[in-house]
């Protein structure tokens, strides 16, 4: 018996040549389940609360500011009674004796006291992390370098706004009671008064940016104070209004800034060639602040911490 011939294409079927090249899907765990890529992400809000938690973290910072808002009270308060003992109702010039109160409020020693604790706090904030390596901790857990500055610079804003509103409001308003008698005290709901006590309260937080800034950029403790205060408190106290050059310098600084804000009435004020305007010392405000946290933000965005 013969056998039949076997066909030869049953041994040759092709095979499809996509059954090999389809094309592998992403593995799943390059995303957390149950979250997206978005979600997964620090948000904004967050890092707020961090930050936060991670100011009032320091010991010192409720000492410190709760210290120097009574010497800044208690100052106001010693200057408004020496007012009130040596002054006669009616007697001298209604704008001079409205400026003496205003002053009375929040004189130049106060602001002195506000300008370095908020100018020393806002360089602790930030090299104190750099000096215990917290930073590094803080930057594995959230990469986005600009986004912890930004949330650094708003939570100190904050708090030294929060604290110029009770610290100021209290010594406003103590001081023209005590001035009452006398009948020069102010009222906040005049003009005038409104933007002395606003410039006052905004001093804060621009002295505590520029801090920040400042110790960014060095990175050292004792290093960013000192150049905080030399910045803030002796740079102004070099540059006169003799020429105009100097004068621009002077009026763009933030002590000098704060002190035309603080000038309601240019009576018994000797003039200057070159005098500093309302606005531009508000810009002034507006420039030293964003100009600071750019500036924070550049170097911890390109420099290795």
Known sequence: MSTAPVPSHAATVPVPSHATTAPVP???ATVPPGRTAAESRARFGDLLAAEWIKFWSLRSVPWVLGLSAVAIVAA???????????????EGDPAVMAQVALNDAFNLASADILMLVAGGLGALVIAGEYATGLIRTTLAAVPDRRAVLAAK???????LFG????????????SQAILADTGIGQSVTDPA????????VLFGPVC????????????????????????LFFLPSLVTERYRWSADLLHALPLPAWQRLARTSLAGYRP?????????????FAVWSLASVAVAAFAL?????
């Open 163 to 174: 604290y110029g509103v009770l610290t100021v409001g209290v010594s406003f308003g103590a």
């Open 208 to 231: 505590a940016l520029v801090g920040l800034g400042l110790g960014t950029l060095i990175r050292h403790g004792a290093g960013a104070v000192v150049a905080t205060v030399a910045v």
């Open 301 to 305: 965005h390109r420099r290795d911490h």
């Open 76 to 90: 106001n308060l010693k200057s408004a009674l020496y007012t009130r003992d040596h002054s006669t109702p009616g």
């Open 153 to 159: 610079a708003c939570v100190l804003a904050a708090v």
């Open 26 to 28: 992403p593995h799943p």
């Open 193 to 200: 008064a409104l933007r002395y006590v606003a410039a006052a």
């Open 272 to 284: 200057s060639e070159y005098p500093a305007t309302v606005a531009g010392a508000w810009v002034t």
